[in-house]
């Protein structure tokens, strides 16, 4: 269950509260319906629910304590992470991998 979230477009888009112009800019290609789909997801599922659903691509983030899900695709940039306290999760966000490179 999502206890809290790091950030207001990620908690506007779980709950289906329409963007502004800016925030729809801001996320560019990523599609809502499928971020949607993936937050709602999240907020029903525990951690067993994830590592049952490879196409989530759930896995820790290396020295950091937060977890990440893809947010719509596995060739999108956009991830969601999280982290975990007492089987639910807490700031909760979308966040866009940028090729440092």
Not at 22 to 49: C, M, P, Q, T, V
Not at 57 to 76: C, M, P, V
Request: charged share 35%; net charge neutral.
């Amino acid at each position: 269950m999502i206890r809290s979230f790091a950030d207001r477009l990620t908690e506007k888009l779980f709950l289906g509260e329409r963007l502004s112009k800016k925030e729809r800019k801001l996320i560019g290609s990523l599609n809502i319906e499928k971020a949607f789909e993936r937050l709602s997801f999240l907020d029903e599922a525990d951690e067993k629910l994830l590592l049952l659903a490879p196409h989530l691509h759930y896995h820790a983030l290396h020295g950091t304590g937060r977890f990440s899900i893809d947010a719509d695709s596995r060739r999108s940039p956009w991830r969601i992470t999280f982290s975990w306290e007492n089987e639910e999760m807490k700031d909760v966000a979308l966040v866009k991998v940028e090729d440092t490179h």
